[in-house]
Antibody, heavy 121, light 108 residues
Framework: QVQLVESGGGVVQPGGSLRLSCAAS????????MHWVRQAPGKGLEWVAF????????HYTDSVKGRFSISRDNSKNTLYLQVSSLRPDDSAVYYC??????????????WGHGNLVIVSS | EIVMTQSPATLSVSPGERATLSCRAS??????LAWYQQHPGQPPRLLIY???TRATGIPARFSGSGSGTEFSLTINSLQSEDFAVYYC??????????FGQGTKLEIK
């Protein structure tokens, strides 16, 4: 079955950096588009970033452009999110998400259990 | 950016009854809409995509309808495990993908 296991979160000071990882199994990772979606405490869902299966195409929500970088290693079945210049409003549970494609876009069919990032001094 | 608006914010319904949740898009998203269910402390789960297609393993009591800017999620014969927060998400015009703010379905 599909499994997405995130790691790398924690408490970081404003301006700091982290690298979130997501180990994927149970499906053909190298053929799958992937995303990061976050949820601030007690709030709704916010899409953060997308990476195409071949890594050729990437997209970000405006608030993280220039600060976050999504990448993947298909040989290790692992998705990454490098988060830098962190701000308190980046505090959230970050979900690794596998998507399904229904033209013209993606729905999110499998979610990891999430990884909490707290930005605080 | 397409803004998704869900109503009501909270819906109180008795077990065994029917619940209808609404989602409105700020512009047409055709049928490119998904619904998710989230229990406290759990990740979201895909229920519906294409506005009306149930995801794998989703019970038939869940149904989605609508197109353009108006959508609804109907849950018939509410079970205890159905009380949760529900989100809609558009994938017609991206990036960004956008979600509604959620509807909390609570036991009456």
């Amino acid at each position: 079955q599909v499994q997405l296991v995130e790691s790398g979160g924690g408490v970081v000071q404003p301006g700091g950096s982290l690298r979130l990882s997501c180990a994927a199994s149970g499906f053909r990772f190298s053929d799958s588009d992937m995303h990061w979606v976050r949820q601030a405490p007690g709030k709704g869902l916010e899409w953060v970033a997308f990476i195409q299966f071949g890594e050729r195409l990437k997209h970000y929500t405006d608030s993280v452009k220039g600060r976050f970088s999504i990448s993947r290693d298909n040989s290790k079945n692992t998705l990454y999110l490098q988060v830098s210049s962190l701000r308190p409003d980046d505090s959230a549970v970050y979900y690794c998400v596998k998507s399904g494609w229904t033209a013209p876009g993606h729905h999110f069919d499998y979610w990891g259990h999430g990884n909490l990032v707290i930005v605080s001094s | 950016e397409i803004v998704m608006t869900q109503s009501p914010a909270t819906l109180s319904v008795s077990p065994g009854e029917r619940a209808t949740l609404s989602c409105r898009a700020s512009q047409s998203v055709s049928s490119n809409l998904a619904w998710y269910q989230q229990h406290p402390g759990q990740p979201p789960r895909l229920l519906i995509y294409g506005a009306s297609t149930r995801a794998t393993g989703i019970p038939a009591r869940f149904s989605g309808s609508g197109s353009g800017t108006e959508f609804s999620l109907t849950i018939n014969s509410l079970q205890s495990e159905d009380f949760a927060v529900y989100y809609c998400q558009q994938y017609d015009n991206w990036p960004p993908y956008t979600f509604g703010q959620g509807t909390k379905l609570e036991i009456k």
